[in-house]
C-alpha cells in the first residue's frame, strides 16, 4: 500500500527525525533566493485589478543553499540555475521547455516569466528537454484550473521527471511542498511521497490536493490503495 507521510514545518529541522534511507529520490521546487514577485496587477477595461495576488514565498528573501538535499539519494532541483555555483561538478541538467513550439511574445521588461526553466539532476546521465507547454491559457493540461501557489508546477511535467528518474513502490521525498504538486504525481504513479511545507496555507491546500488524488485513485478499479 502505498504511503503519504506530510509535515508542516521548517525542512531544515524535520530533514534529521527522518529515518536513514527511507528516500530515494528527493524532488523540489526550493525557493531559489531571487526575491520573486508573486502579485501581480494589470489593466482591464482601463481599471487596475489584482491577478495572481500570492503572499511572498517563505525563504526566497535570502540566497538558496541546496547542500543539506543532496545525498545518497537522486536529488532533483528546479531552478538550480540560480544558485548552480552551490551544485557539485556532477549531475546533468533537464530543460522544460514551456513554449513547445510556440513563439516567445516575453520581452525585456515584460513580465517575469521564462520561456524554459533549468532542472539539476544529482545522477550523472543525459541531459534532457521536457517540452509542455505552460504560457497563461496556452497550456498542455490543466485548461481552466486556477493557480494556488505563485510557482506551481503542472501536475503532468512532475510525473514525467517522476517516471524518468524513479520506480514505482520508491519514496519521493519534497521538503518544499508548496501546493502538493510532487505528492499528487507521486500518487497517480504509484509512489509513496514524503512532504513537507512551512506556510501553513499552502499545508493545507498541499494536504487537500493529495487527498483529493488519493481519493480518485481510490476509485479506480483494482485499486489498493
Known amino acids: 500500500m502505498m504511503r503519504v507521510q506530510l509535515y508542516h514545518g521548517d525542512c531544515l529541522d524535520i530533514l534529521p527525525t527522518l529515518a536513514d534511507g527511507s528516500v530515494d529520490a528527493v524532488v523540489t521546487d526550493p525557493p531559489y533566493g531571487i526575491g520573486i514577485r508573486t502579485s501581480y496587477a494589470k489593466c482591464q477595461r482601463g481599471s487596475l485589478v489584482q491577478c495572481n495576488d500570492f503572499k511572498p514565498i517563505v525563504g526566497d528573501d535570502k540566497p538558496f ?11 532533483v532541483l528546479f531552478g538550480a540555475n540560480y544558485y548552480a555555483d552551490k551544485l557539485p561538478p556532477e549531475g546533468r541538467w533537464y530543460v522544460w521547455d514551456k513554449l513547445d513550439g510556440l513563439t516567445s511574445k516575453r520581452s525585456i521588461g515584460f513580465n517575469d516569466n521564462s520561456d524554459c526553466e533549468f532542472i539539476w539532476i544529482s545522477k550523472p546521465g543525459a541531459s534532457r528537454i521536457l517540452r509542455h507547454r505552460w504560457m497563461g491559457a496556452m497550456k498542455a493540461s490543466e485548461h481552466n484550473i486556477r493557480r494556488v501557489h505563485p510557482t506551481q508546477k503542472p501536475v503532468a511535467l512532475m510525473t514525467q521527471i517522476i517516471k524518468h528518474i524513479t520506480n514505482p513502490g520508491d519514496t519521493i521525498l519534497d521538503p518544499f511542498m508548496g501546493s502538493g504538486t510532487t505528492g ?42
Not at 493545507?204 to 485499486?223: F, N
Request: hydrophobic share 40%.
Open 65 to 75: 543553499d541546496p547542500t543539506p538535499f543532496i545525498g545518497d539519494a537522486t536529488t
Open 184 to 225: 499528487v504525481a507521486c500518487v497517480q504513479t504509484g509512489r509513496n511521497f514524503i512532504g513537507i511545507e512551512i506556510d501553513a496555507g499552502y499545508y493545507a491546500i498541499a494536504e487537500k490536493r493529495i487527498a483529493e488524488a488519493q481519493m480518485q485513485l481510490s476509485m479506480l478499479p483494482g485499486s489498493e490503495l
